[in-house]
């Protein structure tokens, strides 16, 4: 089966730009999961769809950021205005269920905000 | 709220050796499931093994076994027989057993470089 697909792989913006980020789960997946890690630090959680619905979007660190996820297949997170702080890796992943096997995650967008 | 700790930003191990890498956390919960995931170079993450918390017999694939220390809150990773292949930096997880969130709960990541 397609694993976890993220693009792009990498992005440079300038800080005020807008940059979107796309992720295409497993099919069949109705878990999706977004995740980012600052460098240096760790892997924090952002949100969790179940299907289109936000499950919990605890995670998300303020208004500048949104994600969607239409159909409930592919989703999208998109960050308006770009802040230098929001460069980091952003890591997309699925799951069937619970996910008490763990996730399968994509390669991740390597944001940089300059 | 749940915390992860990776005490061990970097380690060395020579091809053919022995490693441990080290993992502490903190919970109030008594059932949860802890995970060790490796990230290559090439950036995707790759699940290792997994551990859930009421099993007292600790999880092993292949090279890789855990020592997992309910009391404690430890869980580290010994990885067997290095491989050059085995160079990664590699993450400590923790889940809540069921609830309404799926979320992981990361460390901060040990690099693991392998000697040949």
């Known amino acids: 089966e397609a694993g976890v697909t993220q693009f792009p792989s990498h992005s440079v913006i300038e800080k005020g730009q807008t940059v979107t980020l796309r992720c295409d789960p497993i099919?069949?997946?109705?878990?999706l999961y977004w995740y980012r890690r600052v460098m240096g630090k760790e892997i924090k959680f952002l949100l969790h769809?179940?299907?289109?619905?936000?499950?919990?979007e605890s995670g998300m660190p303020n208004n500048r950021f949104l994600a969607e996820r239409t159909g409930g297949t592919y989703s999208t997170l998109k960050v308006q205005p770009a802040e230098l702080e929001d460069s980091g890796v952003y890591f997309c992943?699925?799951?069937?269920?619970?996910?008490?096997?763990?996730?399968?995650f994509g390669s991740g967008t390597r944001l940089t905000v300059v | 709220a749940q915390t992860v700790t990776q005490s061990q930003p970097e380690m060395s191990v020579q091809e053919a050796e022995t490693v441990t890498l080290s993992c502490t956390y903190d919970?109030?919960?008594?059932?949860?499931?802890l995970f060790w995931y490796k990230q290559p170079p090439s950036r995707q993450m790759i699940l290792v093994i997994r551990?859930?918390?009421?099993?007292?017999q600790n999880a092993t694939e292949n090279r890789f076994s855990v020592n997992f220390q309910k009391a404690a809150k430890s869980f580290s990773l010994k990885i067997s027989d290095s491989q050059l292949g085995d160079a990664a930096m590699y993450f400590c997880?923790?889940?809540?057993?069921?609830?309404?969130?799926?979320?992981?709960?990361f460390g901060t990541g040990t690099l693991l470089a392998v000697q040949p």
């Open positions: 919970t109030s919960e008594s059932d949860y499931y």
């Open positions: 099919s069949g997946h109705d878990n």
């Open positions: 997880a923790y889940r809540d057993y069921g609830g309404a969130t799926n979320k992981l709960i």
């Open positions: 769809f179940v299907k289109e619905s936000k499950q919990d």
């Open positions: 551990q859930e918390a009421y099993k007292q």
């Open positions: 992943a699925s799951s069937q269920g619970q996910a008490s096997y763990g996730y399968t």
